[in-house]
């Protein structure tokens, strides 16, 4: 399933985009967590590369979806943080090129990934009094 097709069909199963999004980033980290935690050298490995580039492919289609969704006139977040979801993006598309040619690894991606999720976590979670 295609970043956008998981994406959409996220979307569809909930009322909240952030939980749909939140869902999303977790389901592509932990592909990229796998790929990075399989055996083998991706070089000498080619179920490893598989792997390895679908799990890259499928997060840069997620940010290039998130992408698309902040230049789109309908978007209701404010200005500057569409600007930085787009900074990002840019970002995870030049980081998974270097990953793709084996010249970084996937940490800096997986905690990208994980500080949106953060964000999303606590963008939708109402705090009780004694929480706050």
């Known amino acids: 399933m295609s970043g956008i097709d998981a994406y959409k069909k996220a979307l569809n199963k909930t ?8 869902r999303l980033l977790a389901q592509v980290t932990a592909a990229l967590i796998e790929a990075k ?3 083998g050298d991706m070089r000498k490995n080619p179920a490893k590369m598989k792997m390895l580039a679908h799990a890259l ?3 840069n289609e997620v940010w290039s979806t998130f992408m698309d969704d902040c230049r789109s006139e309908d978007n ?3 200005e500057k943080l569409r600007g930085g979801i787009l900074s990002l993006g840019i970002w995870v598309n030049k980081e998974t090129q270097a990953a793709l040619n084996g010249d970084v690894g996937l940490d800096a991606l997986i905690s990208v990934n994980r500080d949106i999720m953060k964000g999303l976590d606590d963008a939708t979670t109402v705090k009780t009094d004694s929480e706050k």
């Open 57 to 59: 492919n499928w997060n």
């Open 15 to 22: 009322a909240s985009s952030r939980n749909a999004e939140y």
């Open 76 to 78: 209701k977040l404010p």
């Open 37 to 39: 935690e399989a055996d």
